[in-house]
């Protein structure tokens, strides 16, 4: 039972890096941005959130850089495709080969860096609770805290007027802008705030998640973010129970070696990205379900003299 609720753990660990950037992607794709840049982002984040917290010893500290690092990187593809209109997808590739050489180069001095010990998080009266304690209640703040963003973006998208704005410019940003909003502001707001999301998580997985720092530790993170908004359709909650799931495939090639599965490890690292094309398969069978959530505009440029 114990092995069950180890795994239980590290799923919702894994879990919340996934959820935390693919909760700013959808923020970015509710506005009408595809920013493939996740994993740069990620990369860059995860440095300066570990430099931060090697220099300062404060891991809030460190949640903060990869905060500014993300939402800055984000800024620059911003003003390039909403002001400059380059082509959303070329320059959130770029955006993202830039960000794995830049933090590989950078990041040279702290690979044998290590950060001062970690507080151990548990949650008062509930920690000690049989299988649950050790399941649920023993895990770091942000863990919850991705629950209580996943909750509060729902409130904002649907219930707030900023949250209605936002999701008509990403439907229909000439009508938008008809009514006199500014399309162009509150797009490049959108991707600084997915930035800020998608570095919140680099930042998790370099100071919490793997207290180090290596060249390319994202490993995949990024794209897998990207590919679980559209599994997600679109809604917050779903990305959240989405992230779970890929956080449960991902750990669980760790569970079957632990129990001693005689599977070769290079299948059992594959699976995550396995799952993640046959989930994208299975969606796309159903092409009305997906046009139907779809943000009308998504990656298609707006000129408002147009």
Not at 71 to 100: C, E, K, M, R
Not at 226 to 252: D, E, I, N, Q, S
Not at 277 to 291: A, E, G, K, Q
Request: charged share 10%; glycine share 12%.
């Amino acid at each position: 039972m114990e092995s069950y609720a180890l795994l239980i753990a590290a799923t919702l660990n894994a879990g919340t890096v996934l959820a935390i950037a693919s909760l700013g992607l959808l923020i970015n794709e509710k506005a009408g941005i595809v920013n493939l840049g996740a994993e740069g982002m990620m990369l860059c984040a995860a440095l300066a959130g570990f430099a931060t917290v090697v220099h300062t010893g404060s891991t809030w500290a460190g949640f903060l850089a990869g905060m500014g690092a993300g939402a800055l990187l984000a800024a620059v593809f911003g003003v390039l495709v909403i002001w400059l209109n380059t082509n959303q997808y070329a320059t959130g590739l770029a955006l993202s080969l830039f960000g794995a050489g830049f933090s590989a180069f950078a990041g040279t001095g702290y690979v044998q860096a290590t950060l001062p010990e970690q507080v151990r998080w548990s949650v008062p009266g509930l920690a000690d609770i049989p299988f649950l304690g050790a399941a649920l209640f023993r895990h770091h703040p942000m863990v919850y805290g991705c629950v209580a963003i996943a909750i509060g973006l729902i409130w904002f998208l649907y219930r707030t007027r900023a949250g209605l704005v936002l999701r008509s410019v990403g439907e229909s940003p000439e009508s938008a802008h008809a009514l006199g909003y500014p399309v162009r502001r509150i797009r490049l707001l959108a991707v600084m705030a997915g930035g800020a999301l998608c570095g919140l998580a680099g930042a998790y997985v370099s100071t919490v998640y793997t207290p180090l720092w290596v060249e390319g530790m994202i490993a995949g993170k990024g794209w897998i973010a990207l590919a679980l908004t559209t599994f997600a359709t679109w809604r917050p909650a779903r990305v959240l129970l989405g992230a779970y799931l890929f956080g449960g495939v991902t750990m669980l090639q760790f569970h079957l070696q632990a129990i001693g599965l005689q599977i070769p490890s290079q299948f059992l690292t594959m699976l995550p990205y396995v799952a993640t094309i046959v989930v994208l398969v299975l969606i796309s069978r159903n092409p009305t379900w997906i046009r139907v959530n779809m943000p009308s505009s998504i990656g298609k440029p707006f000129y408002p003299g147009s």
